[in-house]
Every structure is written in C-alpha cells, then in structure tokens.
C-alpha cells in the first residue's frame, strides 16, 4: 500500500471517529475541480460519505476522484467556489 493511501485512511478514519473535518481538492463528475470542506460519515472501499460544510448537505464523493485531503487546520486557503 502506498504512503498517501494510508495516510487517507488514516485521516478518513480519525474523522469518523473524532467528527473532525478535512478539506480536499476534489474532482467532480463534470470534470469540475473543488475545494471542500467535510466530516466523515462513513467509508468504504469506493466512496466516502461525509456531511460537507460547504452545501449543508451529506454528499458522497468517489475515493479515487480525490485529488489532496488533509486536516482542516493546515488549509489557510479559501474554497475555490
């Protein structure tokens, strides 16, 4: 297993446990890049249910069209949209 998946899932994991968000860079399906900011919910093998703070909604994102994740802490930025 590479590095960066463990490290996901380890992210993924703690979120779901402590309710703390993250923030990725995601790819949508209309090829769309965004910045969201979310809770985990829960995980599998293929996608991530999560509350995202930005819509107000729980969404579900495919694993693999995440391109960063990390703690909500280390991002200073603003969303992209």
């Known amino acids: 297993m590479k590095k960066g998946v463990m490290n996901m899932d380890s992210l993924l994991t703690k979120s779901v ?16 890049i965004s910045q969201r900011k979310f809770i985990v919910m ?5 996608y991530i249910k999560a509350y ?5 909604q729980i969404r579900t994102f495919k694993r693999e069209n ?14 992209l949209h």
């Open 66 to 79: 995440i391109l960063a994740i990390m703690p909500e802490h280390q991002s200073k930025q603003r969303y």
């Open 52 to 56: 995202c703070l930005l819509r107000k």
């Open 17 to 32: 446990a402590n309710h703390t968000p993250l923030e990725m860079i995601y790819l949508a399906e209309n090829q769309k």
């Open 42 to 46: 829960e995980v599998n093998d293929e």
